[in-house]
């Protein structure tokens, strides 16, 4: 799943100019004031076109509710969920594979989460046991070890479903694909900027995935907020400590476009996580190491140019020991 940082650098086209990575909407931070900031540094021409990607929003897509009125007139909607719609309006063969797949996902994450669930629960367990730490602390690596080698498996039976389907379906190579990639890459002509916004971020993956993937955003400067910033990453990472349902343990839930590498990406993490619960916060950190869990709350945001994260305005990370800290420049 990695792609080398040298390829990233050189300007490979499934990668960016320029990554931003925003928290869900509110705080001081707005999609007008970083647009205005990229220009002024240069990295986008004064003026340049934004193609607008809303398909997490599904039914409800639509550009204006992400763009300020100010930058209306240089927005282009791209459409992707309507699109994908019409393309199984068009194709039934393939959406009836399309769905097909995604039952057989869900039978897969249901037994994950069982199976996740013990292991959690063991290791927390194990963390509250006193006695002989010289003891107890290679159980307990153990124990955490056993959660990772489950999330990995987890993950490569994900791949392999859908490479099985897109092995079998070929989707890219189908009438109906095709003709609505066409009309995208048409309004893309000359676009410099995608807003990548958030929503389902299971709605959102499947239609990056469905119009090219990372070639769909290569070699333009990026800003993608919330569920938007988690589709961009190596591994997407669902979580909710008390859902209203009861106790929740962060899953893995599928492999990203693998463009955002080294971050978990956790929106509204502060209404979501049991911060104040540092041997969960450490669980999880330890769980996706050296990868760093981004706590991307509402007015926060990190930055990529080139090979190297930093944060900007206070945003933060989990360490190991479960605190909140700062996100610094990280290579």
């Known amino acids: 799943m990695r792609v080398s940082r040298r390829r990233r650098a050189t300007g490979d086209a499934g990668f960016p100019s320029r990554l931003v990575l925003l928290g869900p909407r509110g705080g001081d931070l707005a999609l007008i004031d970083v647009v205005w900031e990229l220009e002024a540094s240069g990295a986008l ?38 699109r994908s719609d019409r393309i199984a309006e068009a194709d039934a063969e393939l959406a009836r594979a399309h769905l097909e797949s995604r039952n057989r996902l869900r039978a897969l994450r249901r037994a994950y989460n069982l199976r996740l669930h013990g292991l959690v629960e ?10 002989d730490e010289t003891v107890l602390a290679a159980e307990r690596e153990e124990a955490l070890e ?16 859908r490479s099985e389907f897109e092995g079998r379906m070929a989707p890219g190579e189908r009438d109906a694909v095709r003709s609505q990639r066409r009309e995208v890459n048409a309004r893309l002509e000359g676009v410099e900027l995608i807003v990548l916004e958030g929503g389902h971020v299971s709605n959102l993956l499947s239609r990056l995935r469905l119009f090219g993937g990372r070639e769909l955003l290569g070699g333009r400067t990026v800003i993608a ?39 978990v990406a956790l929106p509204h993490a502060s209404a979501r996580l049991a911060l104040d619960d540092r041997t969960r ?51």
């Open 281 to 331: 916060g450490a669980r999880l950190a330890a769980r996706f190491a050296p990868a760093s869990c981004v706590l991307l709350d509402p007015g926060r945001r990190i930055d990529r140019a080139g090979d190297g994260w930093s944060g900007v305005d206070g945003a933060e990370r989990l360490d190991l020991m479960g605190r909140r800290v700062l996100f610094r420049q990280a290579a």
């Open 45 to 82: 021409s004064p003026g340049a076109r934004i193609g607008a990607i809303t398909a997490g929003w599904r039914d409800r897509e639509a550009n204006e509710g992400l763009i300020n009125p100010r930058l209306a007139d240089r927005v282009v909607d791209l459409e992707l969920y309507r």
């Open 146 to 161: 056993a959660i990772r080698r489950l999330d990995a498996r987890h993950l490569d039976r994900v791949v392999e479903i």
């Open 225 to 263: 907020r919330s569920a938007g910033a988690m589709a961009l990453t190596e591994r997407i990472v669902l979580f909710h400590d008390r859902p209203p349902w009861g106790e929740g343990n962060p899953e893995v839930f599928d492999a990203g476009l693998g463009i955002a590498e080294g971050i």
């Open 122 to 131: 063991a290791h927390r367990r194990l963390a509250e046991l006193r006695g």
